[in-house]
């Protein structure tokens, strides 16, 4: 964990939740719940995230498809878009208020090893308000069922369940849309 500061002076956590990534080694324990029922560690402040999408591997309809998931159970999306053109593509963090979609870059492979994408989330430790997060998966991960789904899932702030046949089922060949 890494705590930054912020304006406020509220400390902000910025978390490495690679229970976000179907993953097969756990680096954080506290984030992979062992409970049936998922848990939630997180809400935005914001009602409507934006989203931004990096390095052209994913298209604005692909993302559509994968929120509608979320939206069918009341959540809401701001804009969709193309950061290339906004720089927010080209900064280490992620803009606050939005969820930034991208590849990996040669500093975050250590942390996919053996994962199809992971979410880094950022938020307030005092309120668990979620600041901004960001998907990275690699490129071939995208045309995997529910991949995206069970990310944004993380990046709202929910926790892994073991609950097989569940969106936020760890592993990758038992996830599924409960």
Same mark, same amino acid.
């Given at each position: $964990?890494? $705590?930054?500061?912020?304006?406020? %002076?509220? #400390? =902000?956590? %910025?978390?490495?939740? @690679? &229970?976000?990534?179907?993953?097969?080694? *756990? $680096?954080?324990?506290? @984030?992979?719940? +062992?409970?049936?029922?998922? +848990?939630? &560690?997180?809400?935005?402040?914001?009602?409507?995230?934006?989203?931004?999408?990096?390095?052209?591997?994913? @298209? /604005?309809?692909? /993302?559509?498809?994968? =929120?509608?998931?979320?939206? %069918?159970?009341?959540?809401?999306?701001?804009?969709?878009?193309?950061?290339?053109?906004?720089?927010?593509?080209?900064?280490? &963090?992620? #803009?606050?208020?939005?969820?930034?979609?991208?590849?990996?870059? !040669?500093?975050?492979?250590?942390? $996919?090893?053996?994962?199809?994408?992971?979410?880094?989330?950022?938020?307030?430790?005092? @309120?668990?308000?979620?600041?901004?997060?960001?998907?990275?998966?690699?490129?071939?991960?995208?045309?995997? %069922?529910?991949?995206?789904?069970?990310?944004?899932?993380?990046?709202?702030?929910?926790?892994? +369940?073991?609950? &097989?046949?569940?969106?936020?089922?760890?592993?990758?060949?038992? *996830?599924? !849309?409960?």
């Amino acid at each position: $964990l890494l $705590l930054l500061g912020c304006n406020n %002076k509220m #400390p =902000i956590e %910025k978390e490495q939740n @690679t &229970s976000g990534a179907f993953s097969f080694e *756990v $680096l954080h324990e506290k @984030t992979l719940s +062992t409970k049936r029922t998922p +848990t939630i &560690s997180g809400h935005w402040k914001i009602s409507r995230p934006d989203i931004i999408l990096c390095n052209n591997f994913i @298209t /604005v309809r692909e /993302v559509e498809s994968s =929120i509608a998931f979320w939206e %069918k159970i009341g959540y809401k999306f701001g804009k969709i878009y193309e950061g290339e053109q906004h720089d927010e593509c080209s900064r280490d &963090s992620t #803009p606050a208020n939005a969820i930034k979609i991208s590849l990996p870059s !040669t500093d975050d492979m250590s942390f $996919l090893r053996d994962h199809l994408a992971i979410t880094i989330t950022t938020r307030i430790k005092a @309120t668990n308000e979620i600041i901004s997060a960001s998907i990275i998966m690699h490129n071939f991960a995208k045309n995997k %069922k529910l991949t995206l789904e069970h990310e944004i899932g993380h990046a709202l702030g929910w926790n892994h +369940t073991r609950q &097989s046949g569940h969106i936020m089922t760890p592993e990758w060949k038992k *996830v599924g !849309t409960s």
